[in-house]
């Protein structure tokens, strides 16, 4: 009994790639883009209140500036920058994709290009926040 | 009724639609004004926060110099003060709708649903009042010898 088709059957599918949505990278930069997006509007709430702040005075807002001071917040900021920069680049390649139709076709090849520009950006922005880290912990200014 | 944001690209096309169709819109008019409106905000907020997080956070010694004194220079200019308003706002709008968005795919029950969405929504537009009227407000020269 031959079958019609050419395609693998369903469970095979789920066999190849484990319990995950279609299997394809797209997934993954589908499922970042929503943890970056969250991450980002979670610490915006908070980042509006503490610079609202600054409509009290120096006093007030340098005693809430000091927690940027904190060695471990600044590791948390580097976490911040990537997430921005991951989402904007990511939100490039959607809006590539729906106003531009036909780079669906590339849709591969635009995912590793947001990817590469991601990295290539990290690499200098983590060496320079990483140095003032760094001094942070050895006791500098 | 679905407002992914996402591509989900591995779903061969549907029959009578050539690869390079793209995928859909939104349907009905408040889903297709803020699927707009978030690649709008999200394509002007490119500039603002991605300028935004490399000026005070990466370049020039970062969050460093930022204090009461740094804010005060910065405020003194009505660019500045009119970038972190339209950041604000922009940012705040597009976040919230971003996680209604996720609300209306995890979460089932509409009673659950009306409350968190409705919680963010009250939140973010408390957010906006309370950081418009600081920027407005903010008068560089009332804190004089602050640094």
């Known amino acids: 009994m031959a079958t019609t088709e050419g395609r693998a059957p369903e469970g095979d599918r789920k066999g190849r790639f484990g319990p995950l949505y279609k299997g394809h990278e797209g997934q993954y930069s589908w499922l970042l883009h929503r943890i970056t997006g969250v991450a980002i509007i979670l610490f915006l709430f908070a980042h509006v209140v503490d610079t609202a702040v600054v409509g009290w005075g120096p006093n007030a807002y340098n005693r809430v500036a000091s927690v940027y001071h904190n060695p471990f917040i600044r590791l948390l900021e580097l976490g911040l920058v990537a997430a921005v920069l991951y989402h ?29 520009l991601f990295v290539a950006s990290m690499i200098p922005i983590t060496l320079l926040m990483g140095a003032r880290i760094l001094e942070l912990l050895r006791g500098g200014a | 009724m679905s407002a992914t944001t996402e591509v989900r690209p591995a779903a061969p096309p549907p029959a009578g639609k050539p690869v390079g169709a793209g995928r859909d819109r939104p349907s009905g008019r408040w889903e297709l004004w ?111 010898g602050a640094a």
């Open chain 1, 88 to 116: 904007s680049l990511n939100g490039v390649k959607i809006m590539l994709i729906d106003f531009f139709p036909t780079l669906t076709r590339h849709i591969r090849a635009l995912g590793i290009a947001t990817v590469v």
């Open chain 2, 34 to 144: 803020t699927w707009l409106f978030m690649r709008v905000s999200g394509l002007v907020l490119l500039v603002l926060a991605v300028g935004h997080v490399l000026i005070m956070h990466v370049l020039d010694d970062g969050v460093d110099r930022v204090n009461f004194a740094f804010i005060q220079l910065r405020w003194g200019s009505l660019l500045w003060k009119s970038w972190d308003w339209a950041m604000l706002v922009l940012a705040l709008l597009h976040g919230v709708n971003g996680l209604r968005v996720i609300v209306l795919d995890y979460v089932r029950p509409s009673g659950a649903r009306i409350a968190i969405n409705g919680f963010f929504t009250v939140l973010g537009a408390a957010l906006i009042v309370l950081g418009t009227i600081i920027v407005v407000t903010f008068d560089p020269s009332a804190w004089p």
